[in-house]
């Protein structure tokens, strides 16, 4: 099932693929660690990071709460290679571009993950 989401990610229009970027982001945000871990793949991360950047507040703000999700599974686990699949997809322009919204929960969210990131980066 999640490999035909994230193959029909590839082919739909942007609608479906806000769609699908919500479901993923909603099954990391609520699911354990364990299973947020086996969702923690450079597929999923590509969708979630590009949807962050999809015009529509909630979807976005259902993005970065997942990307929260995943930092706070790479402090558990201390496994910073995840932090690259972030910084593959861009991670820092997509937070970069929403540091100049008005938006206070999605500043806020933004904030957080570029401070983190950056923290990480110093680790590695």
Do not use: H, W
Request: proline share 3%; net charge negative; charged share 20%.
């Amino acid at each position: 099932f999640i490999q035909q989401l994230i193959t029909l990610s590839n082919t739909c229009n942007s609608e479906v693929k806000r769609e699908i970027a919500f479901l993923f982001a909603t099954l990391i945000i609520f699911s354990p660690s364990d299973v947020v871990l086996k969702l923690m793949i450079p597929e999923i991360i590509g969708i979630l990071v590009e949807m962050v950047g999809c015009g529509c507040s909630m979807v976005t703000l259902r993005c970065l709460d997942s990307i929260v999700a995943f930092i706070r599974i790479i402090n558990i686990t201390e496994k910073y290679d995840f932090v690259n699949l972030l910084l593959d997809e861009d991670i820092q322009d997509r937070i970069n571009d929403l540091l100049e919204y008005n938006d206070p929960p999605i500043l806020e969210r933004a904030e957080f993950i570029n401070l983190q990131i950056t923290n990480f980066q110093n680790k590695m």
